[in-house]
């Protein structure tokens, strides 16, 4: 039997700042919970609640989930509010 490969996602979240805080993970709503309440999630996240998730899209590989989640932390702040309400696509490698 072949061994299924997990399909990794990349996630926003927004803190009640209004920052938000980019990931990766195979399982977004376990990982989000963890951010919300263990000492598994985020350091960066710690005392910064309540969390709402922003924003999800399933990538496929880690490796790509690993570069887009790389190329959306280089966005500034107007653009990745614009990626969670759809204005502007994910910054996808060519």
């Not at 989000?32 to 899209?57: D, I, N, R």
């Amino acid at each position: 039997m072949a061994k299924v490969e997990a399909i990794w996602s990349v996630y926003l979240i927004r803190t009640k700042a209004n920052q938000l805080y980019c990931g990766v993970t195979t399982d977004v709503e376990r990982r989000f919970h963890e951010h919300q309440s263990s000492a598994k999630g985020a350091k960066y996240l710690k005392g910064k609640g309540p969390l709402t998730l922003a924003w999800t899209l399933a990538v496929g590989d880690k490796r790509k989930a690993m570069q887009l989640e790389y190329r959306i932390k280089q966005l500034n702040k107007q653009a990745k509010e614009k990626l969670v309400v759809g204005e502007i696509q994910p910054p996808l490698s060519v």
